[in-house]
C-alpha cells in the first residue's frame, strides 16, 4: 500500500511541511479522541466541523462573564453582549467582504437562510407562471422551500441538469434562464460531489436576463474565499457550524436595496421600530429580519471562529486541502471495486464513492469501528442520487485539520470492508 510520503512529490512535500497541521490539529480537543478504542480518523466534515478552543471558550467566555440579552438593556452586561455581537456582524461582512455589515442577516443556518429568501423576496417575486432554476446537484434545503413557493404560487421548479463528471451543463444551464425566471437558487459547492460551480458566470448569466441569484455556500465558504461583491450575487447563505463555529447560527447575506424592500420574516420583538395595534413600523436592517432573541453565544462562537480561519488564511487552507483531495482521490480512488461519485474538475475536499455489491452503510458500520467518521446515505441530495443511479453513497469530507495518515487509515478500513462484506 503506498502512503502519503511514496505519493507526494518533493513539491507537495514542501508545502505540507509549511502548512503546520499538527500545531493546527491541538486547537481541536476533540481530535484526540479515541472511538472504539481507535484513534479517531474525523472525515465527516461536510456535515459539521470540529471546533477550535478560541471558539469553545469564546462561548463560554460570555456565559460566564457577559451573558445578557441585546439591544435592549442599558446595563454594562447588555452593552457588553451587544459589542459582541455586533463586532461578530462586522467579521463576517469583511470575510465575505460585504459592502455593508446591515447587509448580514444572522439566521440558524443555511436553511434557514433559503427559507428566509423564498417566503419574503420568493413570495413577492414569483407568481402563477413564473419559474424558480435550480441545478441538479442542490442539497434539499436549496430544493424544498423552492418547491413549497412554487405550489403555492402556481410556479414552476426548473432543474439545470449536471454531466456524468457531476459538473453543470452551462448551456443547458443558460438555456434554462428564461423570461419567466424569477430567481435562480444555486449551490456554490456540490456536498456530495464537491464540484466547486462556476458560480461568477452562473450569477453573469442570470444577470443578463435580469435574474436574481441566491448562492448556497454550506459548503463553499468553509473551503474557498469567498467575495460577494466580486460575485455580485443577490444573496449568499452559509451555516456557522461547517465553518468550525457553533450549531445553531448562520448567515444570510443580502444586498442591502433588496432587503430593504422585502417583507418581514418573522414578526416580534427587536425587528420593530414602533407597535400599535393599529400598526408596526419595521426595524432597518438588519434587526428587521432578526426577530426575537437570536443566538447571541452562537454569533460570538461564529465571530471567533471566523478569526481563527482568517487566522490559518483560506488560500492556505484551500492548497493544503486540495493536497489531501488529490491524495485521497488516488489512494481511495485506486481500490478495485470503488467508484467515485464526482469527478468534476473543480473540486473541493469531498470524496464520496461507492463499493461494488456493498451497501454504503454497511462500509459505514466497518469504518466507524476502525474510528473513522464518514457519512453515508443520500446526503440530503436524493434526486442527486437518482442522477447517478445509486441508492447511497458513502461520503468522506475534509477540513484543515485532516492528515495524509488519515486518508491512510481510510484507504485500510475500505480495503477491511470489502475483506469482510465483499
Ligand atoms: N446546503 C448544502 C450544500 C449543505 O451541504 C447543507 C448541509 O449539509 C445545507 C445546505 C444545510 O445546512 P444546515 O443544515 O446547516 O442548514
Not at 141 to 151: A, D, K
Not at 310 to 329: K, P, S, V, W
Not at 367 to 388: K, N, S, Y
Request: aromatic share 8%; glycine share 10%; charged share 25%.
Amino acid at each position: 500500500m503506498s502512503t502519503a510520503r511514496d505519493v507526494l512529490n518533493g513539491v507537495d512535500r514542501e508545502r505540507s511541511i509549511r502548512f503546520p497541521v499538527e500545531k493546527i490539529r491541538q486547537d481541536f480537543p476533540l481530535l484526540a479522541n479515541a472511538v472504539h478504542g481507535k484513534p479517531l480518523a474525523y472525515l465527516d466534515n461536510a456535515a459539521t466541523s470540529q471546533k477550535p478552543l478560541a471558539v469553545i471558550e469564546a462561548e463560554e467566555l460570555f456565559y460566564r462573564r457577559d451573558c445578557s440579552n441585546i439591544h435592549r438593556g442599558v446595563h454594562e452586561l447588555s452593552e457588553r453582549a451587544t459589542r459582541w455581537y455586533e463586532d461578530a456582524r462586522t467579521k463576517v461582512q469583511q470575510f465575505l467582504n460585504a459592502r455593508e455589515s446591515r447587509e448580514i442577516i444572522f439566521v440558524r443556518g443555511t436553511t434557514e437562510a433559503i427559507n428566509l429568501v423564498a417566503s419574503t423576496f420568493g413570495r413577492k417575486q414569483v407568481g402563477a407562471g413564473d419559474e424558480v432554476l435550480i441545478t441538479a446537484m442542490e442539497h434539499h434545503s436549496n430544493i424544498v422551500p423552492w418547491q413549497i413557493l412554487c405550489e403555492e404560487k402556481g410556479a414552476r421548479l426548473r432543474v439545470a441538469p449536471i454531466n456524468d463528471r457531476g459538473e453543470i451543463v452551462f448551456e443547458e444551464y443558460e438555456r434554462l434562464l428564461s423570461p419567466r425566471t424569477r430567481l435562480a437558487a444555486l449551490v456554490h459547492v456540490s456536498n456530495v460531489l464537491g464540484t466547486i460551480n462556476p458560480v461568477r458566470e452562473m450569477v453573469e448569466a442570470a444577470h443578463r436576463r435580469n435574474v436574481p441569484v441566491l448562492l448556497d455556500g454550506a459548503q463553499a465558504a468553509p473551503h474557498l474565499k469567498v467575495d460577494v461583491q466580486a460575485l455580485d450575487c443577490e444573496f449568499y447563505a452559509f451555516s456557522g457550524h461547517k465553518l468550525y463555529g457553533p450549531t445553531g447560527v448562520g448567515v444570510l447575506y443580502g444586498k442591502a436595496g433588496l432587503l430593504d424592500a422585502m417583507p418581514p420574516y418573522q414578526g416580534g420583538g427587536d425587528m420593530i421600530r414602533s407597535v400599535t395595534f393599529e400598526k408596526t413600523i419595521y426595524n432597518t436592517l438588519p434587526y428587521k429580519f432578526e426577530a426575537g432573541t437570536p443566538n447571541i453565544a452562537g454569533a460570538i462562537g461564529l465571530g471567533a471562529a471566523v478569526d481563527y480561519v482568517n487566522g490559518i488564511g483560506l488560500d492556505n487552507i484551500a492548497a493544503y486541502e486540495g493536497e489531501l483531495l488529490a491524495y485521497g482521490t488516488r489512494v481511495v480512488g485506486g481500490i478495485s471495486g470503488v467508484r467515485i461519485i464526482g469527478t468534476a474538475r473543480e473540486k473541493a475536499g469531498v470524496i464520496s464513492f461507492v463499493i461494488e455489491g456493498i451497501h454504503p452503510h454497511d462500509v459505514g458500520t466497518v469504518l466507524d469501528q476502525e474510528g473513522i467518521a464518514v457519512r453515508t446515505g443520500h446526503h440530503c441530495a436524493q434526486p442527486l442520487m437518482e442522477r447517478f443511479k445509486i441508492p447511497a453513497a458513502t461520503r468522506a469530507s475534509l477540513a484543515f485539520y485532516n492528515t495524509t495518515r488519515e486518508i491512510d487509515v481510510l484507504a485500510a478500513g475500505i480495503r477491511k470492508a470489502k475483506e469482510l462484506l465483499g
